[in-house]
């Protein structure tokens, strides 16, 4: 499991409320463009996947910024909720 900060920007109201609705089945919104998603290296690439149907290369931007755990406690948060924390340890 790994955090990554998801970070989005369209001109398009349709297009951000579908980028918005479906990022918040896969993590938490910390700002009004911002997300932090603790993803399996499979929901990963299913996010990836499900984003690019959604996204107009050439008039959006996403990005995604993955967070190592020996970053995870360099973070500074000054409002706002905490940092979405990857479990310990993963039972399958």
Known sequence: MMLYVVCYDTPSDKRRKKIADLL??????VQYSVFEC???AQKYQELK???RKRVKEGEDCLRFYPLSGHTLYQIEIWGGPP????PDSVVV
Do not use: D, K, N, T
């Open 49 to 51: 996947r499900r984003l």
């Open 38 to 40: 603790v993803l399996s």
């Open 24 to 29: 918040e089945g896969y993590g938490q919104r």
């Open 83 to 86: 940092v979405a924390q990857p």
